[in-house]
């Protein structure tokens, strides 16, 4: 629709109208439209953007369309829009650029920029240090409310929160923290330090991010201070960063749980053979491992060939194993996610599991039973075996669908492996296992 | 920890240093200490609390916690605490306790909050209105800066965001929003109008919260503000209700695509029972579905008493092409709740999958193959029958686990539930149908 607008106005050549139309959009809908236009094109409308609004559309822009108006700028103009960045976005881009263009961005920026720039590069991924910025709003303790609010008016433009300032000593430690809104209630000559809030919740910046995500959630925070080990001021976090960590932690625990590798880009991005190889690794494990289960049937080849009907139970109780496995898995992952559960709960998870699983198996156990019975002319002692094994295998799957991720956690493993497609094939062969167990048992009379 | 070290204080009654303990803490510290104590000590240490924590504290405490500390307060106390409260809080306490606290709580309510009150908890569930704010900021577009600033200053303790204030004409329509850090900044008699940007972004109350999370994403927002079908500023929405969204979408996603119908409590205060219930329902549908996959098997019987190696196939059979169906459907289910893709790119997700499935299934079936003929005695025209099973197996289970998410989502029926167990249950039946079909036409001088 909107690129159609466009594309007619640049036909026309008309762009005192295309820039006035760009003006009235909100910056992420002017990124939405450029990222719809290619390189010659997308150029000539970025440049129609008024300054101060260039460099946030900037920040927005998928980064090969980053890339393409980086290549082509001036070192003034490359300059200018980096000069309004935040650091974070600044170290997001640059992570995603080939090296001629990061060099391109780094020969325009000041020293102590780039100095910066390289700091925060270097903390591990997925680390506080790596999510934070640095263009927080620091106060000394001496000073009053008015000539706080004063330092703030004056810095606000390039700072990335103002709402919440840091009180930090000569050694730039973190003192306390008071709000602009605590500010602007205060009597104009009382001095920081008696307002302040000197119990400040930080994480130190080797922290993990879901950590990171964990206290701005639990404190209900809006910014959360950074500090390293001796307590000095790093940088801040904001909430619209965790946003996307956990949604990213969400995303990551999703493809663990079926079998894919970490993915990175998003979906129509990603080609289709990076794909196949984020998938294949576990589909060739999975399919090795299931052999193994196939290996079961062969050994009890004679019990089936006796009792002919019995294979056709074979997929109902692989499936409900692995689903009711699957369930507890999936319920226990989520809570250790979320923090609702911890390792030191293991026994109250597995009583839990336990008597869920008791209940489910035993109504599962009666309606196969009497299905079995009233609509197919199975043998009794067959659906015995069968109802059986059913109870066992329910139980069971539960137990070990949530034991597992506790597990995992115990020994610092993501939960998540632990859950879906692994936790199948394990129950798959624990079935047959049960199942044939209980027909050798049940069924010895009639098993030549 | 804390709560050992608070019950010394209690049976030493030294209440003035449990206070002076209490005052050091978070709130949000406060109120976890506070859950782990019952009833009568729960409400000694509670009342300790300075007057503006209390209501705080409160609102972070459990509903149980929350629901003892009502019913032994007096009509004072309690009236006292829900003057504090944000509406939105209220709304949630509200929707968990029973009807005689309830009326206890709504007796101690002005006409007019009483009143506000009602209304929120009209709106339907997961609507935009059932987690929204009334306490927002407005501004007239005649102000000037500094009569804003003041006007803030005089009402900004009870408002839940001042940062962000939005302009209202006479009929409370929206038509404006300027942040603090934009009126600090202006010149004292800059009128709002001049200043304001008239280009909002607002949801409908009725909207769903999964839209608002999206917008609220979008458009990197921290407030938004809800409108009714006149444009008129009904509430706001701050971002950290809609983490809370994102998470419980995400939840609900992985409970879906486990079989599990939505829990609402977290995972160690919904009961055993509870959980069976809402765990049965699935497991009852997929294991009577999985008996018509037995009853595939039992059609084929002949063939697999002729081949009986054939039979040992099945689970690895089974299994592969469920992992491979559920991978897609989680991409796809995955992808489609965080709006990277939408149904408009169907002919590009079935392209892709169409190509991933086709790498995949080849490098697959040639493991599978080699495996066979060099690890085991399995005549060559068996591994031949498994190996191009195997080729369609992945491919159609991998269209079919992209493709039904989709249609879900045209269907306006949630994705996640097409992922998970129920695709597996259809693949099973799929799988073996392919299989017997080509066991049939490529062993049929060995079929009796």
């Known amino acids: 629709m909107e690129n159609n607008i466009i594309q007619k106005l640049i036909d026309e050549k008309k762009y005192f109208e295309i820039r006035k139309y760009l003006n009235d959009l909100n910056i992420v809908e002017v990124s939405e439209l450029l990222n719809q236009f290619e390189s010659s094109e997308l150029i000539m409308i970025f440049r129609l953007l008024s300054k101060n609004r260039a460099a946030d559309v900037f920040s927005y822009l998928d980064s090969e369309h980053q890339e393409m108006i980086i290549k082509t700028m001036t070192d003034v103009e490359t300059k200018n829009i980096f000069d309004e960045l935040y650091f974070d976005d600044i170290v997001d881009i640059i992570e995603e650029m080939p090296s001629n263009v990061v060099k391109k961005i780094l020969k325009n920026t000041d020293a102590k920029d780039r100095h910066t720039i390289n700091l925060l590069l270097k903390y591990p991924d997925n680390s506080a240090g790596s999510i934070m910025t640095t263009e927080y709003m620091d106060l000394k303790k001496d000073m009053t409310a008015s000539s706080a609010i004063f330092k703030i008016r004056d810095v606000m433009e390039d700072m990335a929160n103002v709402y919440t300032c840091y009180v930090i000593d000569e050694g730039r430690r973190l003192e306390g923290v008071i709000s602009l809104k605590e500010l602007i209630t205060s009597k104009d000559d009382e001095p920081i330090q008696d307002i302040m809030n000197k119990n400040v919740i930080s994480v130190h910046v080797n922290d993990d991010q879901e950590k990171v995500a964990e206290i701005i959630k639990k404190y209900n925070l809006i910014v959360l201070p950074v500090t390293d080990d001796e307590n000095r001021l790093l940088g801040i976090i904001t909430i619209d960063d965790v946003m996307d960590v956990v949604e990213q932690e969400a995303t990551e625990d999703f493809h663990r749980m079926a079998g894919i590798s970490p ?9 289709a053979f990076t794909m196949a190889r984020q998938r294949i690794s ?17 050994k009890y080849e004679d019990v089936l060939q006796s009792v002919v009907i ?139």
């Open 310 to 448: 019995l294979s056709s139970f074979i997929p109902m109780l692989m499936d409900t194993g692995g689903n009711a496995g699957a369930q507890s898995s999936t319920i226990v992952v989520r809570a250790l996610a979320l923090g609702e559960v911890d390792t030191k709960d293991t026994f109250k998870i597995l009583k839990k599991e336990f008597l869920i699983s008791f209940i489910v198996a035993v109504v599962l156990a009666a309606i196969n039973f009497l299905r079995i019975i009233t609509l197919t002319k199975t043998p009794l002692n067959v659906a015995m075996t069968v109802s059986v094994t059913l109870i066992f295998v329910v139980i069971i799957s539960k137990i070990i669908g949530a034991f597992l991720p506790v597990i995992a956690k115990t020994f610092k493993m993501d939960p998540a492996i632990m859950a879906g497609p692994l936790i199948t094939t394990i129950l798959d062969a624990l079935t047959l296992t049960i199942y044939f167990r209980f027909a050798t048992m049940f069924l010895s009379n009639v098993i030549k």
């Open 263 to 271: 993915v990175e880009e998003s979906y129509l991005k990603t080609s």
């Open 282 to 298: 576990w589909l060739i494990v999975l399919m090795i491992s299931a052999t193994f289960t196939g290996r079961i049937i062969s």
